[in-house]
Each structure stands twice: as C-alpha cells, then as structure tokens.
C-alpha cells in the first residue's frame, strides 16, 4: 500500500513551486490532496497537470491571510475530501531590501503571509487533528531564518516559523500531531528565477553543492515527514540546503 494511503493532505501555496511538488509528490503516495493557492491562474495550471497523470489532487482558491478565506477552505475540504490529515504550511512571498528602505507594508506583508498564514491555517485543523489522535503539520522555514541581508522581513518571519513549530511540537506531543519544520536552501521555483542573474550567480558560487535544489528534492523530505518512519520526530527543522548551513 501507498505510504500516504487514505490521507487527506491540505498544501498552502500547493500551485506552483515546492507546494506544487509537494502535492504531485503526497498524490503519487496516495494521499488525497488539496492544494490551496491565492493565484487562481496558477491553480488551474496546476490542477490540469495533475488530471493529465491522473493524481487526486483538487485545487482551491484562498488567502492564508485570511481567517474567513481558510475556514471557508477548510470548510469546502472538509466536505469533498475529509478531515486534514497533514497540513503543510508552505505559502510565503518575499519583498526583499536592505533595512534602511525596507517599509513598514513590506515588513507586514511578509510577516503575514508567512508566520501569520502559519499560525492561522494551523489553527483551523489542529484541535480537530488531536481529537482524532493524528496529525502532520510541516512547516517551512529557510536558510535565511539565519540571517540574510536585504532580507529582514523574510528572516524574522521564517526565524519565527521556527519558534512556532518547536512550541506547537511540545503542546501537541501527546495528541498523536508531529509538527516540524523544513529550512529549504535556494530552490528552482519562480520566487528565485525573480531574482536578478547576477544575484543568483553569487548565491549558488556559495552553495557547497555547487547548485540550486529542485523543488522535487524539497518535497521528499516533506514525503518524509509525513510517513510513518518519521513517527518519532517532533519539534526539528530540517535544513535541506546542499550543505549552506554548514562551515564558514
Ligand atoms: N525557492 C526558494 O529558494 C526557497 C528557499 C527557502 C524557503 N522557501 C519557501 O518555500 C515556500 C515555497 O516557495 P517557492 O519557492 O515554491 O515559491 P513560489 O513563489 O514559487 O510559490 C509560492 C506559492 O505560494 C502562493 N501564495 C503566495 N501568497 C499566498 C497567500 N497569501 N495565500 C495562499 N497562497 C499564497 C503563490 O501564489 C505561489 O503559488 C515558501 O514558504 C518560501 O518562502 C523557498
């Protein structure tokens, strides 16, 4: 059998990028998934591609920013799919510059879309994932939750991302819900072909391994994670980085 199979897996930002292939990947394991996107374009692009290799995966529209659009999400999930099994918290955006320009709608922006998104699509299914006795929660962190320049907004948001997890991890230790955190290094998606060439050029002569991770090698940890052989880890990050983190 399938390592996911009978799950109901919820992707936040799930159209496009590492949530995209976290969702082709958890419907290849035989979860049934809802990806979760605020770009509705994306969706449909992405649920297309997932129809045309036959995946259960279902798109839906929603903001992580907003508490009305989840529980509406949720809601609808609920209803065509089942209760949420494993949710991963994935959404995030960044608005890079140096602190001095950095202003205070960027700063919040990003705080919100990925430490708040966090927190409230958790808040949505975790208590009912407790009562059930089982539940994954992943969440995504960053290489830059150690300190990035021109990235102050980013930092403290996946810096806090962390925070978040290792508490969540200790309050539902008990309940049967693992909750954990992936710290991707610079990753092939659109939020790095954003990036100015030259400033991607500079970032992968840093990398150890010499090159950006596919979005595929991201999501196998979450595969990981969300399987039985990690039944015992709770409360860890997971830096996924082609080995950034590490020397100096
Ligand atoms: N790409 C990298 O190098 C890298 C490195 C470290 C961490 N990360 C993190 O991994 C996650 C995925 O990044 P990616 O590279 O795939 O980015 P991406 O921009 O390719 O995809 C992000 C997805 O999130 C969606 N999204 C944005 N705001 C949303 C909102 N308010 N509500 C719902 N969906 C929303 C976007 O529409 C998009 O589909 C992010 O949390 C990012 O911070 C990425």
């Not at 992936?182 to 050029?201: C, H, K, V, Y």
């Not at 970032?203 to 979450?222: Q, T």
Request: hydrophobic residues 45%.
């Amino acid at each position: 059998m399938s390592e996911l199979h009978g799950r109901i897996a919820w992707v936040t930002g799930g159209a496009r990028g590492i949530g995209a292939a976290v969702s082709l990947g958890f419907a290849k394991a035989g979860a049934t998934v809802a990806a979760m996107d605020i770009d509705d374009k994306a969706l449909q692009t992405f649920q297309t591609k997932a129809e045309s290799v036959g995946l259960a995966c279902r798109g839906y529209q929603g903001d992580v920013t907003d508490a009305a659009s989840i529980t509406q999400v949720v809601t609808a999930v609920e209803a065509d799919l089942g209760p949420v099994d494993i949710l991963v918290n994935n959404a995030g955006i960044i608005r890079d510059n140096m602190f001095r320009n950095m202003t205070a709608g960027d700063w919040q922006r990003v705080l919100d879309v990925n430490l708040t998104g966090t927190f409230l699509c958790t808040k949505a299914v975790i208590e009912a994932m407790a009562g059930r006795g089982f539940g994954r929660i992943i969440n995504t962190s960053s290489i830059s939750s150690l300190g990035n320049r021109g990235q102050v907004n980013y930092a403290s948001a996946k810096a806090g991302i962390i925070g978040l997890t290792k508490t969540l991890a200790l309050e539902y230790a008990r309940s049967g819900v693992t909750v954990n955190c992936i710290a991707p290094g610079a990753t092939d998606t659109e939020m790095t072909q954003s990036l100015p060439e030259e400033a991607r050029q500079r970032f992968v002569r840093k990398i150890p391994m010499g090159r950006l991770a596919d979005p595929e090698e991201i999501a196998a940890v979450h595969l990981f994670l969300a399987g039985g052989a990690a039944s015992y880890i709770t409360g860890q990050v997971l830096f996924v980085d082609g080995g950034i983190s590490v020397g100096f």
